[in-house]
């Protein structure tokens, strides 16, 4: 019966020897070795069309079990059933295998000690794990002018700190780290340098002076002198570098010690400026640190100075920032005024912010001439902006064309641009308030201290200052606090505003 004989051919790819079955229970025991051997491919086509001649060459190592197995047709039945299952479920995890993947490289790995016979690494987790998760780093070493590459722990580890040891004072080993899990290894990650194994008794260390922490500002032509203490043992390599790039020698000087290193320009040029970048390096452990110069001169004059309008004692003025800035920022501008008759200037402005701005107060009947000098860090510009055209106040018997001057452009009822704040101060210490006004006709000020107006009283000092209104309460005590209110008053209307003083007693 070929149903019979299939079963022989079983029992043989197992390797193992089957019983005599002259009873069917030890059929069963059977059933449990026979799916999972990967080498049932071969019976799967028995069960469509089993041919009797081909069962001799299935029981070639063991011949002796095909007789046997004739005496137990009925309890074979069933097993050619149940192999069919196990070959449609093997094939479910072979899709998953592309999916998982190894890790990524360690990221930043480096030296953090090196002693006469080890050295101690440290890095950083990859970026990417793999989906079966990270089993650990395999660190491994090779001498100097050798590719035979050695790992020098047994198993992966999960730290991401790991000392080599029993290494042989004066060799020099390159090291690399690869993070491993079950998909395999990543691509590793190198030191670039190879590591020179001798005792460092002091770790390199940068000791920056506070005043060279921030940006280091120097004029043309002065001289840049610099020194820089830094520690470690044996003897530090020191690298300059300014944009990766080594140093300019033909212009500065670099002079080190044991102990510190001296940067020195003799005389400093714009082109001086920039990020300077200071390594100290023993056999691969190092320490950075950036030095940023800035080197600065006066600015060029503004330029486009205009004279836009004349009106009454007044004159309004507009211009346009320098080309040059002196390599620092233009903090402000100078205004300065000339009369014909004199010939003198003055200055009417001092440290402008706008690029704009009017003179007034001017004497009626004379001429009068503007220059704009411009400031940075540095200074005043060397040279000014002057004005082309000249200002003529006019005496008051002049008739003004109001298409020139109207009345409206002039004309402004007050209006408060900076608003009082709230104020806590502490009994007995003089406090100010501060608001700023603007309107013409210029406003009439008036103080108030909870809706009662201020008058002369020696307590209080009110003063008014280009717009600016303040108001000084002198040694104020807590019956000095509550509601101060500063109202500004032209023929044209009113505003106010108002703020709360809160006087607390010593503690």
Known sequence: DPKTSSSPGFTAMTGKTAPPATDPAPAAPKKEPVPPPEEEPAPSPTPEHPPAAEQPTAPADEPAPVPTSEATPAPEEGPPAPPAEPQASAPEPKPEKPKAEPPSSPLSLAVEEVSENSVTLTWKAPEQTGRLGLDGYVVEICKDGSTDWTAANKEPFLSTRYTIQDLSSGDKIHVRVKAVNASGASVPATLEQPVLIR?????PR???????RQTYVRRVGDAVNMMIPFQGKPQPEVIWTKG????DTSRI???NTEKDTIFYIREAQRSDSGKYELTVRINGAEDKATLDIRVIEPPGPPQNLKLVDVWGFNVALEWTPPVDNGNSEIKGYVVQKSDKKSGKWFTALERCTRTSCTISDLIIGNTYSFRVFAENACGLSE????TSAVAHIEKTKTAYQPEKIPQWDMMEPPKFTQPLTDRTTTRGYSTHLFCCVRG???PKIIWMKNQMEIREDPKYIAMIEQG?????????????GGIYTCKAVNPLGEASVDCKLDVKGKI
């Open 244 to 247: 990766d790039q080594p140093l």
């Open 206 to 212: 940068i000791r920056m002076p506070r005043h060279l």
């Open 440 to 442: 013409f006709p210029q």
């Open 468 to 480: 600016v209104c303040s108001l000084e309460i002198r040694k104020p005590s807590p019956f000095d």
């Open 199 to 203: 005792e460092i008794l002091q770790l």
């Open 253 to 255: 000087n670099i002079r």
């Open 383 to 386: 040279k000014a902006a002057i």
